[in-house]
């Protein structure tokens, strides 16, 4: 069994508890899933690729803990995502955590702009609007399984949202949009940790590690340094930690709670961020 991560020296129990890692068919997604299936979760993983999550259950269950169960989407469209909320809706009726992890660095399948099948930017579509859409849809679950806890997977890499320009269809760069989808997550955890306070669920946000050894560092000639034992402890911790049960619209830099960028903090981006969002993903306010 793979020891746990430090978390102040104590750890809810996670035996039992339903938790839902997107992207965790590889890199950090797939380590916090695995040690989250040895303190006997109940571990719901979601990828594209139905032969690499093969490897995974496989891995799991040769290690002696219970089967993962694998739902398989593609969060870059909107009709992805939703059928996704829809199954595990279907095939559970309580959440005790969602992982929103999945992502595209700034250089996957070159650094060129591209579109999702929604016709929307495709980091913003994958980083942000996938997790932004699948909050709101599995929330009722995550209300039946309270206290219970989102974590959002962002970064230090962060770029002001430009209100006029949101796709960035001018002075495009991976990079830049990489980091505008990383800011738009911060801004929804603060928003949404709002939105349900009181009703039992917690939103937080971390930067794992900087470059750690997954595809998405090395897709962009990156030499990692950072591990994903590193960045999945970070992980961990908020899933898990005793000591951040019921903090709640916070960022935080691996282990340490941190500031993100300015616009973070600003309402009115905020407020200009959630509207626009929820019209992107067809939820009325």
Do not use: C
């Not at 980083?127 to 039946?144: D, I, R, T």
């Not at 970064?155 to 949202?161: C, D, E, K, T, V």
């Amino acid at each position: 069994m793979w020891p746990r991560a430090a978390v102040g020296g104590r750890a809810m129990t996670m035996n039992g508890k339903t938790v839902l890692i997107t992207g965790s068919t590889d890199g950090v997604g797939r380590y916090v899933a695995r040690r989250l299936a040895a303190e006997g979760a109940k571990v719901l993983i979601h990828g594209r690729d139905a032969a690499r999550a093969k490897t995974l259950i496989d891995e799991i269950v040769k290690a002696g803990h219970a089967a993962p169960i694998f739902y398989q989407a593609d969060l870059s469209s909107m009709s992805g995502t939703r059928a996704l909320a829809e199954a595990v809706k279907r095939d559970h009726q309580r959440l005790d955590v969602f992982v929103s992890n999945a992502g595209i660095g700034s250089q996957n399948d070159g650094p060129q702009r591209q579109v999702s099948a929604d016709s929307h930017e495709l980091r913003f579509a994958v980083n942000y609007l996938s997790g932004f859409l699948l909050a709101h849809l599995l929330l009722p679950l995550l209300k039946a399984a309270a206290p219970s806890r989102i974590v959002n997977v962002a970064s230090l890499g962060q770029h002001p949202i430009d209100f006029d320009d949101v796709m960035i269809t001018k002075g495009y760069s991976g990079s830049r949009a990489y980091a505008q989808s990383k800011l738009a997550q911060i801004m929804f955890t603060i928003d949404f940790a709002e939105e349900v306070k009181g009703v039992g669920v917690t939103v937080n946000s971390l930067h794992p590690a900087t470059y750690m050894n997954t595809t998405m560092v090395r897709a962009g000639g990156i030499t990692p340094i950072s591990t994903v034992e590193q960045g999945g402890a970070a992980i961990l911790r908020l899933v898990e930690g005793d000591d951040v049960a019921g903090k709640s619209g916070l960022f935080f830099n691996g282990m340490n709670e941190a500031r993100a960028n300015p616009q973070a903090y600003d309402a009115d981006a905020r407020k200009r961020l959630r509207a626009l969002s929820l019209e992107l993903v067809g939820i009325s306010s």
